[in-house]
């Protein structure tokens, strides 16, 4: 089932929903109520590290339980600046459903010997629960120039740019649209030659939450 026939089917059926979720823990329980008014809502129950949750629902309609599982890791030893320095940025980082969010893109060339990185590919990612705006991306690769097409993959929109010379930089800009109730954490995007692998760099987003 595609995401587009999630979100129709989700729209038609909310109003028709009167449910009461239970979450047991074994040492409380704690009641959600989903109706009408507060269906596109996220609703989030903490769960301590351990315990064993059982969920109970009572009521008329249907409801989506997500899972999600966090932990710490020690921080990542600092790496060596890559040969492409890229920063995928949102305009913001809380909209509602349907609003749209434009996803800034800048990248620059900066490798430790004079090369030319021939074809570069810059892996943009979306947001999970986000979907691409394909006239925003007709319009950067239009305004750009040196963008020879693109493709969306996925959660990936994947440009191919034509010959980045060394310390050249690019920064343009395209949308995407919220189309469901989601926190959706960060995202890796990078920029590689096609050619030179090697030649690569990377950068991770900041959260954004779709209400």
């Known amino acids: 089932m595609t995401l587009q026939a999630l979100t129709d089917y989700a729209r038609s059926s909310r109003s028709d929903v009167d449910l009461k979720i239970t979450v047991d823990t074994g040492r409380e329980k704690k009641e959600l109520k989903i109706n009408a008014e507060n269906a596109e809502v996220l609703q989030m129950v903490a769960i301590p590290s351990g315990d064993l949750a059982s969920l109970r ?38 909209v509602a459903v349907n609003d749209i969010v434009k996803v800034l893109v800048d990248v620059q060339f900066t490798p ?74 960060g995202t890796a995007s990078q920029a590689y030659s096609y050619y030179n692998p090697d030649l690569r760099g990377e950068t991770m987003t900041g959260g954004i939450v779709a209400r």
Not at 59 to 69: F, L, M, S, T, Y
Not at 80 to 87: L, P, S, T, W
Not at 117 to 142: C, H, N, R, Y
């Open 112 to 185: 430790s010997m004079p090369v030319q990185a021939e074809m570069v590919v810059l892996d943009i990612s979306v947001p999970t629960g986000f979907a691409p705006m394909t006239a925003t991306i007709d319009q950067a690769v239009k305004k750009a120039g040196k963008i020879q097409r693109y493709d969306i993959a996925g959660r990936k929109v994947i440009f191919y740019v034509v010959n980045m010379a060394a310390g050249e930089k690019m920064t343009f800009s395209f949308d995407i649209k919220a189309q469901f109730p989601v926190r959706a954490e």
């Open 57 to 94: 629902a009572e009521g008329r309609g249907d409801a989506v339980v997500q899972v999600v599982k966090r932990y710490n890791l020690p921080a990542p030893p600092k790496q060596e600046a890559g040969d492409f320095v890229i920063n995928v940025d949102y305009n913001t980082s809380e």
